[in-house]
Antibody, heavy 122, light 107 residues
Framework: QVDLVQSGAEVKRPGASVKVSCKAS????????INWVRQAPGQGLEWLGW????????IYAQKFQDRVYITTDTSTSTAFMELRSLRSDDTAVYFC???????????????WGQGTLVTVSS | DIQMTQSPSSLSASVGDRVTITCRAS??????LAWYQQKPGKAPNLLLY???RLQSGVPSRFSGSRSGAAYTLTISSLQPEDFATYYC?????????FGQGTKVEIK
């Protein structure tokens, strides 16, 4: 069965960076892209970006273009999302999500990680 | 960016009620629309994709349709496990954007 397991909660100071991991299992990792979506407390869903696990191509939301960096390690079937220059409004649960049936952003995500709470506080 | 305007933001309904949630896209998205259900503390769960295709394992009481730029999620007979927050999301182009969410509460 497909599973995406994310790393644990993080507490960071403003200005620091955070790197969240997402370990995939139960499918061929390089066949599907991984999206990263976040949700601030009590708020809606916001897309940060996508990576092709096949060739490492990335697409980022313009809002995060200068601060987010998404990578993969195909040897461990793991995707990573690094967010830099953290601010208090980056406090959110960060989710990884696998594309349903494509290695692009043209399909929704039907498998999601459990979420990683990142708290930014001085 | 494509704006997804979702309504209502919340609703109260009883078990057995028919519930309708609407999402309007600010430009054409060619049926590249998904609906998710999210329960507190959990990840979103894909219900429908391509506007009206039911994701495997999702009960048939959930359905989706489109009329022009408006996309609709219908729950034909609300069940106790359906009380949750629902989001629409387009995947036509990047950036993906989501509707603001509709919280379905028990009446």
């Amino acid at each position: 069965q497909v599973d995406l397991v994310q790393s644990g909660a993080e507490v960071k100071r403003p200005g620091a960076s955070v790197k969240v991991s997402c370990k995939a299992s139960g499918y061929t990792f390089t066949n599907y892209g991984i999206n990263w979506v976040r949700q601030a407390p009590g708020q809606g869903l916001e897309w940060l970006g996508w990576i092709s696990a096949y060739n490492g191509n990335t697409i980022y939301a313009q809002k995060f273009q200068d601060r987010v960096y998404i990578t993969t390690d195909t040897s461990t079937s793991t995707a990573f999302m690094e967010l830099r220059s953290l601010r208090s409004d980056d406090t959110a649960v960060y989710f990884c999500a696998r594309g349903r049936d494509c290695d692009s952003t043209r399909c929704p995500s039907n498998y999601w990680g459990q979420g990683t709470l990142v708290t930014v506080s001085s | 960016d494509i704006q997804m305007t979702q309504s209502p933001s919340s609703l109260s309904a009883s078990v057995g009620d028919r519930v309708t949630i609407t999402c309007r896209a600010s430009q054409g998205i060619s049926n590249s629309l998904a609906w998710y259900q999210q329960k507190p503390g959990k990840a979103p769960n894909l219900l429908l994709y391509d506007a009206s295709r039911l994701q495997s394992g999702v009960p048939s009481r959930f359905s989706g349709s489109r009329s022009g730029a408006a996309y609709t999620l219908t729950i034909s007979s609300l069940q106790p496990e359906d009380f949750a927050t629902y989001y629409c999301q387009h995947y036509y182009i990047t950036p993906w954007t989501f509707g603001q969410g509709t919280k379905v509460e028990i009446k």
